[in-house]
């Protein structure tokens, strides 16, 4: 089975961005406040929404599963205050739900939490709870960052964020590392702000000892891990000048990368440098970049061919990359993989 850890829900219908618009525009006129109520979206219009766009490419591309979560650049956590993220991701995860419904053998879902800059962490668990517990869902997107590129909340070290981290292992599932839209004129969003943010959660976690405290949590570093691979001898000689065991013992149990890099040399240094065993298979598609590459006459996010063209890899490593690795990191992801598998079976007689 091909599964896609990282698929964010870009072509949701305009009801979507009309009750957002909505609610950002509240904030100045609280007379026109939306409610949950208010969304507008038919399940036609969902299902026409992914029909021709990621589910199309994902049959394409012979990919079975995404692992979904909400449009990542519009969760803005510094908008409005910590009621106001609140409402926005209920909906916002509601609407993964349903395409998780409507498309239960291609789409898992997991949660946008709502954040606010410097509302303490522990207060988006209720909302965490709700999705794995009331929704099926997997796991969660952690903006390390949820004042959006001003980075004026506490490093994920910090024991205000410990709270947070308990629950996530009493669920038994991991978070992604992933900021949201960048409202620093330096910092493009998807090209330095995401970077950024992959590479500092990576740099942060090796500063600490938090994987002593916390020797069950798992976090899943976005885009290939940042700048983390490229400048492995760099992180692991930081992490001997501090006095740090080696990067295998002191984060490899707990700290994982997927594929969203864009380029076969860019997957080929992942590959050689992170060992199989912490590498997801993902794509990030439909959005991030989405051209296709002049020098090979495909899309650059159409990561699955650059694994494929790894002639080192086993056929144990590719499975560990494209299902095993998502097994183990995302434990309630099996259930449901079950679930599908019983499904195509009785399909398929
Ligand atoms: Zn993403």
């Known amino acids: 089975m091909i599964i896609d850890c990282h698929g964010h829900y870009t072509t949701a219908p305009p009801g979507l961005k009309e009750f957002r618009d909505l609610q950002i525009r509240a904030l100045t006129d609280p007379a026109i406040n939306p409610s949950k109520a208010s969304v507008r979206i038919s399940d036609d219009e969902i299902r026409d929404s992914l029909e021709g766009a990621q589910l199309r490419l994902m049959r394409d591309r012979?990919?079975?599963?995404?692992?979904?979560?909400?449009?990542?650049?519009?969760?803005?956590?510094h908008i409005g205050n910590a009621v106001t993220s609140q409402l926005w991701s209920e909906v916002a995860n509601d609407l993964i739900y349903r395409v998780t419904q409507l498309y239960p053998?291609?789409?898992?879902?997991?949660?946008?939490?709502?954040?606010?800059?410097?509302?303490?962490?522990?207060s988006v668990?209720?909302?965490?709870?709700?999705?794995?517990?009331?929704?099926?869902?997997?796991?969660?997107?952690?903006?390390?960052?949820?004042?959006?590129?001003?980075?004026?909340?506490?490093?994920?070290?910090?024991?205000?964020?410990?709270?947070?981290?308990?629950?996530?292992?009493?669920?038994?599932?991991?978070?992604?590392i992933h900021v949201s839209g960048s409202c620093n004129d330096c910092f493009h969003h998807t090209g330095a702000h995401y970077i950024n943010g992959d590479?500092?959660?990576?740099?942060?976690?090796?500063?600490?000892?938090?994987f002593k405290d916390f020797p069950t949590l798992k976090f899943i570093i976005p885009h290939g891990g940042g700048a983390a691979p490229?400048?492995?001898?760099?992180?692991?000689?930081?992490?001997?000048?501090?006095?740090?065991p080696p990067l295998a013992e002191h984060l490899l149990k707990n700290v994982f990368f997927d594929t969203c890099v864009y380029h076969l040399p860019g997957i080929k240094l992942l590959l050689e440098v992170v060992p199989t065993e912490n590498i997801l298979f993902a794509t990030e598609m439909v959005g991030a970049v989405k051209g296709i590459d002049p020098e090979t006459g495909y899309h650059y996010d159409d990561t699955k061919r650059y694994i494929d063209q790894v002639d080192s890899l086993t056929e144990?490593?590719?499975?560990?990359?494209?299902?095993?690795?998502?097994?183990?990191?995302?434990?309630?992801?099996?259930?449901?993989?079950?679930?599908?598998?019983?499904?195509?079976?009785?399909a398929h007689g």
């Open 62 to 77: 012979g990919i079975d599963v995404t692992i979904f979560s909400p449009i990542a650049g519009q969760m803005a956590h």
């Open 105 to 122: 053998d291609n789409y898992i879902g997991v949660c946008q939490l709502p954040q606010s800059p410097l509302v303490p962490p522990k």
């Open 125 to 176: 668990i209720p909302e965490l709870e709700r999705c794995i517990v009331e929704l099926g869902f997997i796991g969660c997107n952690l903006n390390p960052d949820p004042s959006g590129g001003h980075w004026k909340d506490r490093p994920l070290y910090d024991r205000i964020w410990y709270p947070l981290y308990e629950k996530l292992v009493e669920l038994d599932v991991p978070a992604m």
């Open 199 to 210: 590479t500092t959660a990576f740099m942060q976690f090796i500063q600490s000892d938090l």
């Open 230 to 244: 490229y400048h492995w001898g760099r992180y692991r000689g930081l992490a001997q000048d501090m006095g740090k």
């Open 316 to 346: 144990t490593q590719r499975a560990l990359i494209f299902e095993d690795n998502a097994r183990r990191v995302y434990p309630r992801i099996n259930p449901i993989l079950d679930r599908i598998v019983a499904r195509k079976e009785i």
